[in-house]
């Protein structure tokens, strides 16, 4: 049988000839509205990530931690593993799920940065407050960031645990490793909860709504630390500015996307706790302009 007769030309032909149309089924269309969509799509995903950035250099630079509420980061840890574990009951689109798991990790940065700077700009040595309690180490915290840079910090100073039930203390502890733990154990609790439960919707459901309703809920801790120091001195402006461009955002991409109604429900309540941190700005900057002597003081 000679070559020309083989049907391996004609059928490598074929193929090739019909190579555009699998190439085009297999690549997306470069329209405009595909452009749009992977910009807006890359924008979920890193978005939420940017307006944390001027906060982390402030508080890199100035080592000063008092301006901005460590309640901003559990929030958003806990919004962010609802969010994945919702998406296991009732999938959502990618790139959401993209960002909260991106979002987790940044914020475990950002409590490791505050750690790192209280614990810096402690003068005297206090009290150590862990997530577990450590009796069968009463004199070590040798495997702590603070032991190793203050060691004798542990030996000198009195011990608190998370197991006393110090709600004061709650979210407080002054080791890094002790936020690891709290994080792991709750997820830990959430993931067996969910896949007990992963077949009831009524579940899924709570989980969901729980997940966009604490993060709804982010500016909560920040709005009230404001109003604790009738003042917003140490936060980031830049950071609630983009807090607010990218929730509007956000929001008008849960609507276009037809996202599941808790979404775009609490994105708008989120959109007006930022409005309100802006009030907060302008109300204490002018206490401030009228009443000098007294923030002085």
Not at 47 to 63: C, E, K, L, N, T
Not at 107 to 116: A, D, H
Not at 245 to 258: A, H, P, Q, S, W
Request: proline residues 4%; positive net charge.
């Amino acid at each position: 049988m000679s070559s020309s007769d083989s049907p391996i030309p004609v059928q490598l032909q074929a193929f090739m000839s019909d190579l555009p149309n699998h190439m085009s089924g297999m690549m997306p269309e470069l329209t405009v509205m595909g452009i749009v969509n992977w910009v807006a799509a890359g924008a979920m995903v890193f978005g939420g990530v940017v307006p944390f950035i001027p906060q982390f250099r402030d508080i890199r630079r100035s080592g000063n931690t008092d301006g901005f509420s460590t309640f901003v980061c559990l929030t958003l840890l806990i919004a962010n593993i609802l969010r994945i574990m919702f998406w296991f009951g009732k999938h959502f689109e990618l790139p959401l799920l993209a960002q909260s798991v991106i979002m987790v990790f940044t914020m475990m940065m950002m409590m490791r940065l505050c750690v790192q700077m209280k614990n810096k700009s402690e003068i005297v040595a206090s009290k150590q407050h862990q997530f577990t309690d450590s009796k069968n180490h009463p004199h070590q915290n040798g495997d702590s960031e603070t032991s190793r840079s203050y060691p004798s910090l542990g030996k000198a100073a009195g011990r608190s645990t998370f197991l006393d039930f110090d709600r004061h203390q709650f979210w407080q502890w002054t080791d890094f490793k002790s936020y690891i733990q709290f994080i792991m154990l709750f997820t830990a609790m959430v993931a067996l909860l969910t896949f007990l439960l992963l077949n009831n919707i009524i579940y899924v459901e709570l989980i969901g709504f729980l997940a966009v309703f604490a993060e709804a809920l982010l500016g909560a801790p920040q709005f009230y630390r404001n109003f604790q120091n009738k003042s917003t001195q140490g936060m980031s402006k830049k950071m609630v500015g983009f807090w607010t461009c990218g929730d509007v955002f956000k929001t008008g991409y849960f609507i276009l996307r037809e996202a599941p109604p808790q979404f775009w429900i609490c994105g708008m309540l989120q959109v007006s706790i930022d409005i309100s941190i802006f009030v907060q700005v302008f109300l204490y900057r002018n206490l401030r302009a009228r009443a000098p002597k007294y923030y002085s003081s």
